[in-house]
C-alpha cells in the first residue's frame, strides 16, 4: 500500500492591502487580492486532484475570510490559522503538527504551472530516496517543501524573500546531513512582469482582476 503523503497550503486572506503587495501597482489593491483568492482556488485544485492524502489549508492573518470558509465547505480541507513569526517559524511550527502524521508536502499558492504531477513526484521521492524535497523557482526562493522527518534547523536564519533563499537552504540541508530531491524548476507570480508572463501564456482566468467586480 502506497505511504499517504499530506499536503499543506500556506495562504494569506484576500484582503485588499494585505495580499499580492507587489501586484497592487499594477492591479490595484482590490484587484491583487482577487488574484490571491483565485491562486488559492487553484492550488487548493492541484492538492484535490493530487489525491496524496489529507490536504490542511494554514492561513493568515486568521481563518475567518469567506474565502477560506468557501474552500473548506465541501469537508476534505482542514483549516489552521498559521503561528506568529517569520516564514521559517511558520514553516517549522506547522511540519510539527503535520509529521505527526507521516511524510508531509508544504506549498504556497503563487505558482500557476504547478501541477498534480509535481505533488506526485515530490511524494515519490519522500518515500523513496530523499529526507526533503523542494521545488524551486525561478527568482531564487521554493513553492513547495516536502519533508519525511522533523528538521526545524532547515529554516533557521534563511533570507526569506531574497534571492538566496534556496541557495542558502541547500547548504543548509547538506550541514544537517539531509537528502534532498528538486525534481523540477517553476515560476511563481510575485511581480508584474510574472503577471504579464501569466497573460501571455493563458495561465489566468478571463476575467482582469483589475476590472473584476466594478
Not at 534563511?158 to 525534481?183: F, H, Q, S, Y
Amino acid at each position: 500500500m502506497t505511504e499517504r503523503v499530506s499536503v499543506a497550503i500556506f495562504a494569506k486572506a484576500p484582503i485588499p492591502g494585505f495580499a499580492k503587495t507587489r501586484l497592487i501597482p499594477a492591479l490595484g489593491a482590490d484587484g491583487a487580492a482577487l488574484l490571491q483568492s483565485q491562486l488559492i482556488g487553484r492550488t487548493v485544485g492541484v492538492a484535490r486532484a493530487a489525491g496524496l492524502g489529507s490536504i490542511s489549508l494554514w492561513c493568515t492573518p486568521d481563518s475567518n475570510h469567506a474565502c477560506f470558509a468557501a474552500v473548506a465547505a465541501k469537508g476534505d480541507v482542514q483549516l489552521h490559522v498559521q503561528a506568529q513569526g517569520d516564514l521559517g517559524v511558520r514553516m517549522r511550527a506547522a511540519f510539527e503538527i503535520l509529521l505527526a502524521s507521516g511524510p508531509a508536502l508544504l506549498m504556497g499558492t503563487d505558482c500557476l504551472v504547478i501541477t498534480a504531477e509535481h505533488l506526485h513526484q515530490c511524494a515519490a521521492h519522500l518515500r523513496r530516496d530523499a529526507d526533503a524535497v523542494f521545488l524551486p523557482v525561478e527568482d531564487g526562493g521554493y513553492i513547495l517543501v516536502g519533508l519525511n522527518r522533523p528538521a526545524p534547523h532547515l529554516f533557521q536564519d534563511i533570507p526569506w524573500n531574497g534571492a538566496a533563499v534556496m541557495r542558502t537552504t541547500r547548504a543548509r540541508a547538506a550541514d544537517i546531513g539531509l537528502r534532498i530531491a528538486e525534481p523540477a524548476m517553476l515560476w511563481d507570480i510575485d511581480h508584474p512582469q510574472e503577471y504579464a508572463r501569466a497573460q501571455r501564456e493563458n495561465l489566468l482566468a478571463p476575467s482582469d482582476p483589475r476590472t473584476a467586480g466594478r
